[in-house]
């Protein structure tokens, strides 16, 4: 489609259209604004409907991106679904979990294994993690205040590491 004019609950389009910083803004924000332009276009009263439902309405207006970003989406998806688990603490501590370091040391090796690359002795899959946030200067910022070039900037300084999130 090369646009939809649609009403969705008030708080739904507002989350489609929160930027980096507000309260609403969350994996929906960024990875809607990734693949298209979003606009609020108007409010709509509930006592527009017969008979009035119990919430507010939205009509926004979505325009996919063409041509899509050149991301492969599902490392970008693994990447922010980790980052928005808890948007407000720093992405040194979202990435601390043992969850994701299993997960990361898991993907790490599979990478390794198809490129024939060999896995140094004394290798932990924290510090690399640690040395990718502080080498893109990302160790101490909160997923709700980047946007979607920090995380493309992040996404890569993950991959040239060789840690994938899919």
Not at 67 to 87: C, H, M, Y
Request: proline share 6%.
């Amino acid at each position: 489609f090369r646009c939809a004019i649609l009403m969705f609950q008030r708080e739904f389009a507002l989350r489609l259209v929160a930027k980096p910083g507000t309260k609403l803004y969350c994996r929906l924000s960024i990875n809607t604004q990734l693949l298209a332009r979003v606009d609020h276009l108007m409010k709509v009263g509930k006592n527009n409907f017969r008979p009035p439902p119990k919430v507010e309405s939205s009509v926004v207006r979505i325009e996919p991106k063409n041509p899509p970003p050149p991301i492969n989406f599902k490392e970008w998806d693994g990447l922010v679904r980790i980052a928005f688990v808890r948007k407000n603490k720093t992405l040194s501590a979202a990435f601390k979990s043992s969850a994701v370091e299993q997960l990361l040391d898991h993907n790490y090796r599979i990478h390794c294994s198809l490129h024939n690359t060999e896995i140094p002795e004394n290798f932990k899959i924290a510090e690399i993690i640690q040395t990718v946030l502080k080498n893109t200067g990302y160790s101490e910022k909160r997923a709700r205040s980047m946007d979607i070039d920090d995380f493309i900037r992040l996404l890569h300084g993950f991959n040239s590491e060789g840690i994938h999130f899919s």
